[in-house]
């Protein structure tokens, strides 16, 4: 698996996890909108390697 496809999917997953957290919004949202959120910083760490800078 190269690794855009991880970005990619990775940023998939979290913006999935913190839309479904958002309409929850009890237990289960909070922990889903927690792991939304590091889901996309995973992924934004693989874009900056990526792109190189």
């Known amino acids: 698996m190269n690794p855009l496809n991880v970005y990619i999917l990775l940023a998939l997953c979290g913006f999935a996890s913190a839309v479904a957290g958002v309409y929850v919004l009890q237990?289960?949202?909070?922990a889903l909108i927690a792991g939304?959120?590091?889901l996309l910083l995973i992924a934004g760490f693989v874009r900056k390697g990526?792109?190189?800078e």
Request: no cysteine.
């Open 27 to 30: 237990g289960l949202g909070w």
């Open 36 to 38: 939304g959120i590091s």
């Open 50 to 52: 990526l792109i190189g």
